[in-house]
C-alpha cells in the first residue's frame, strides 16, 4: 500500500520540536516499516524527514519524495542527515498534492502533526479523493478536526500507529 505522509515538513517548525510528536512519528515509521508500505512524503523536512529516516532505518524500502517547485533546493525542506529519498519527483508545481497529474500516486493518507498546510491537506485526501486518512492524536490540528463534523467521519484518529494503519488497510 503507497501511503501519503502529511504533516510538519520544515525543519524549524516548532511541531518538530516537540518530544511527544517525534515519539508518535518514529512508532508510525517502525510499524510502516514492519507492514512494508511504501511512503510518500511532500519533501523530505521536518516531522515527514524524521518518518522517513525512522522508516529507512527500521527496513523500510520505498521512499519517494513529492517536491513542489523550488523545494527540492530549500534546506530547510531537506533531511537534516542526508539521506536520499529512494525516488524523488520534483513537481515543477507549487503544491502538487492537488494537480491532477499527482493523485494517483497514493492509496490513503497519514497525518502527522502540523499546521494550517497540514490541515488543508487532510481535507483534499478525506473530503476531494474520498481516501482514508489516519490522524495521529496529536498537534494543533487535534483542536480543529474533531469539530469540523463532515471531516471528522472520513478521519480515523488515534495515538497509537497499528491502530490507524489497521484503519487504512481495512479501506482498501
Known sequence: MKLLILGSDRNNDFECQR???IMLTEEVAMELAHRKHSIITLGSGGL???LAEIYKRSGGTDWTALYAQGEE????A???????PDH????????????????????GAVALAGRSKTLGDI?????RKEQGVFQLKTG???ELLPKMSDLYLKVYFSSRASCGLNFLEGKL
Not at 78 to 84: D, E, M, N, P
Not at 88 to 107: A, H, K, T
Not at 123 to 127: G, K, N
Open 88 to 107: 524523488e519527483i520534483l513537481s515543477g508545481v507549487p503544491y502538487p498534492i492537488v494537480d491532477p497529474n499527482y493523485s494517483g500516486l497514493y492509496e
Open 19 to 21: 518530544r511527544e510528536n
Open 123 to 127: 481535507i483534499y485526501v478525506a473530503l
Open 140 to 142: 494543533n490540528n487535534m
Open 78 to 84: 531537506r533531511l537534516k542527515s542526508g539521506r536520499a
Open 73 to 76: 533546493q530549500d534546506s530547510n
Open 48 to 50: 515527514q524527514g524524521t
